[in-house]
């Protein structure tokens, strides 16, 4: 059975900075995409950040380029979401996603492997 746990987020201040993190289990990490979304309260549900399976291919939503990095460490079957200069629009619940199978190389599957989500604050 595959889960995602997702930990980091919290209540912030405009401008500071906040680290999520995913950790996946029953599945081969470093050959999946994997990636982040958000969804704010009134809002769809976005697409955040998405790495390929070794870190060498990054996508990154406008919004937040430039102020989010994401990385993985394939040896910990973790995912990370550097979140820095944190706007009140930030503000959502963060998700991380895992492609459902190798060959797919994106993270935007309908089938994909989705966490609990972590919830992020972020007040001006």
């Known amino acids: 059975q595959v889960q995602l746990v997702e930990s980091g987020g919290g209540s912030v201040q405009a401008g500071n900075s906040l680290r999520l993190s995913c950790t996946v289990f029953g599945l081969t990490f470093g050959t999946h995409y994997v990636g982040w979304f958000r969804q704010a309260p009134g809002n769809e549900r976005e697409e955040v950040s998405c790495i390929n399976w070794r870190g060498g291919s990054t996508y990154y939503t406008n919004s937040v380029k430039g102020r989010f990095t994401i990385s993985r460490d394939n040896a910990k079957n973790t995912l990370y979401l550097q979140l820095n200069s944190l706007k009140p629009e930030d503000t959502a619940m963060y998700y991380c996603?895992?492609?459902?199978?190798?060959?797919?190389?994106?993270?935007?599957?309908?089938?994909?492997?989705w966490g609990q989500g972590t919830q992020v604050t972020v007040s001006s």
């Open positions: 996603v895992a492609a459902p199978w190798s060959w797919v190389k994106s993270c935007t599957s309908a089938d994909n492997y």
